[in-house]
């Protein structure tokens, strides 16, 4: 006889919840894409998750808490990428080769960056927005910063947050170029020389540190 079919898992709560969590989550990144900053209002990111504006600020009482939000979301994206892009690369250029690899695919790979980027721009004009973002941020430079130096633990060298603040600087402005439509092949050899500078600062930090 045929086995008796599984019975279905009834969807609970905590599922439906993470589930409204996301399709936000998932508005808000396209919306800020789109429309920018200034248009991503609660209400259109609302409309745009199919959720009722009740359910959004269920979840998010303020427009500052879902970018904050955004901004976790996308951290937790690159370190998903950075992870296995970093295991085994004991040697400096190894790392910083990986970490530029797997920014570059977060930069060009989807709207996620080009949203953390309208959402740091918003920052300097929105208090509440500044401090609802600044722990999530200042965790992203950290763990950059570690991953750059090879360390895990401790305080790294200043250069090597120099070095991570020219990385995102650069990257950050490479996610404007395509925002105004440069082309991707230009980029990309742009991309190909500064990792070739930025490989060459960090062999110097190294040599300097050791």
């Known amino acids: 006889m045929p086995a008796p079919p599984s019975p279905v898992r009834r969807r609970t709560q905590a599922d439906r ?36 504006l009740g359910a959004l600020q269920h979840h998010y009482p303020a427009k500052a808490q879902i970018m904050a939000m955004v901004l976790r979301h996308y951290a937790l994206k690159r370190t998903r990428l950075y992870r296995p892009a970093m295991r085994h690369k004991s040697q400096p250029e190894q790392r910083v080769d990986a970490m530029l690899s797997a920014m570059w695919t977060l930069v060009t790979e989807g709207p996620d960056f080009i949203a953390t980027v309208e959402i740091e721009l918003a920052r300097r004009s929105d208090p509440e927005l500044a401090a609802a973002t600044e722990p999530v941020l200042a965790r992203i430079d950290q763990f950059m910063t570690w991953w750059l130096s090879g360390r895990q633990h401790g305080k790294p060298e200043q250069k090597f947050v120099m070095l991570r603040l020219l990385n995102s600087t650069f990257l950050r402005g490479v996610a404007i170029e395509i925002a105004r439509g440069t082309p991707l092949s230009e980029l990309k050899e742009a991309y190909e020389i500064w990792c070739g500078f930025s490989r060459a600062e960090l062999l110097e930090i190294v040599k300097d540190t050791a």
Do not use: P
């Open 17 to 52: 919840s993470t589930a409204t969590r996301t399709k936000i989550i998932q508005a808000t990144v396209t919306l800020l894409q789109t429309q920018g900053y200034a248009a991503t209002t609660i209400q259109r990111i609302a409309k745009a998750a199919g959720v009722s």
